[in-house]
């Protein structure tokens, strides 16, 4: 079982997750031999922000619209405005309202799983924090707080499997990676899809689908597959 963690900064690089690499994630949820693990607090940084992101997109709307008005133009076609301003921000409320119900299903697509903050996370964050240790750029440094949160949950995945892949565009979190003997970092998905831990498996799953169809040779074709790759 191959396990990789995904920090906010990964998914903020692609916030539909639709990119090639998150596909890819997606694929190979049907083999059962991967499993993407997500700290707490990075599903809350990523579903905050991209509600904000809504929420500033109508007040840009808004203030759009305030300019309009001041605009020459007939009742009528201020009313048609006015009508269709509704409709988008009644739009982008619905939108907002569904990041949290379409972050589950695409987790979901992906075989993650939710690490919720453990007792045990709050006095270790505290620890940290006043010493400086990683992730902490230096002693009390408080907007390194969410990210040792995230951290606690690196230590204990590493833990309880023999090998943890993080994926981390942060440099404290690649650096403290580098600490733990069984944990590997990666800046960017598409380096972990690449990697030799991943693409094997990835290249195993694409032949098998596509042999999937085939007649009477596709019992020869699996028994390469599951031989050679």
């Known amino acids: 079982m191959i396990h990789v963690l995904i920090d906010t900064s990964i998914l903020r690089s692609s916030p539909n997750l639709q990119s090639e690499a998150f596909k890819a994630l997606r694929f190979l949820k049907h083999t059962g ?12 940084e990523f579903i905050s922000s991209q509600k904000l992101a809504f929420q500033d997109g109508a007040v840009d709307i808004r ?6 008005e001041r605009l020459p133009m007939t009742k009528s076609k201020q009313r048609e405005i006015d009508t269709k301003a509704a409709d ?5 409320d ?13 987790v979901a697509k992906m075989r993650g799983k939710i690490h919720e903050v453990q007792p045990s996370h709050g006095a270790r964050v505290a620890a940290d924090y006043f ?5 902490f750029q ?3 440094s408080r907007k390194d707080i969410p990210d040792s949160f995230i951290w606690q949950v690196v230590k204990d995945v590493s833990q309880e ?3 943890l892949h993080v994926v981390t565009a942060d440099k404290l979190m690649l650096e403290a ?14 380096e972990f899809i690449d990697s030799d831990s991943c693409r094997p498996l990835l290249t195993k799953a694409k032949l098998t689908e596509q042999i999937a169809g085939l007649g009477a040779t596709r019992g020869v074709l699996e028994d390469w597959v599951s031989r050679e790759i």
């Open 33 to 44: 031999k991967i499993q993407v693990h997500i700290p707490y607090f990075v599903q809350q």
């Open 161 to 163: 499997v023999r090998n």
């Open 63 to 68: 203030k759009t619209l305030k300019g309009i």
């Open 138 to 140: 230096v002693a009390k």
């Open 94 to 106: 619905e939108a907002k309202d569904g990041v949290s119900i379409r972050f589950g299903k695409l």
């Open 177 to 190: 990676c580098d600490t733990l003997p069984n944990v590997t970092g990666y800046a960017k998905l598409d």
């Open 88 to 92: 988008l921000q009644r739009a982008l």
């Open 131 to 135: 010493s400086g240790a990683a992730p």
